[in-house]
């Protein structure tokens, strides 16, 4: 599914919460494992799109062997922080060995926004 928060239309799940991506991932493995998939759970693949999702979704396998979905090649995740739908704490937060963003519908970029509130800019 999508939504619209803080003026950004964004990626979530089934239950309306904000699904987010992290920078060390690659579109193979993901980098989230042990105590930092306590904090940022990993979204179970397969994943069905919603209204609005533009986006490929598919799969990868994680350490344990439990798939993962994947949002144009960026393995997913919803944040422990977030405790309501509509809400994106864990945006541009830098936690866990890397930042973490907002999948956004039109792919995993940081807005401009998100970079301003990391304070980091280029380098990407």
């Known amino acids: 599914m999508t939504a619209t928060i803080n003026g950004t239309k964004v990626v979530t799940n089934s239950k309306g919460f904000t699904l987010y991506w992290f920078v060390p991932d690659t579109s193979t493995t993901s980098k989230c494992n042990g105590s930092c998939s306590t904090y940022w759970p990993p979204m179970k693949g397969p994943a069905t799109a919603g209204v609005g999702v533009t986006g490929t979704l598919g799969t ?65």
């Not at 999948?103 to 998100?114: H, L, N, Q, R, Y």
Request: charged share 10%.
């Open 60 to 124: 990868i396998t994680r350490s344990d062997g439990t798939k993962q979905a994947t949002y144009d090649g960026h393995p997913l995740y919803t944040y422990v922080g977030d405790t309501a739908p509509g809400q994106a704490k864990g945006n541009a937060l830098n936690l866990s060995g890397g930042l973490w963003y907002e999948m956004t519908v039109s792919g995993a970029t940081p807005t401009v926004s998100s970079l301003a509130a990391s304070g980091s800019g280029g380098g990407y």
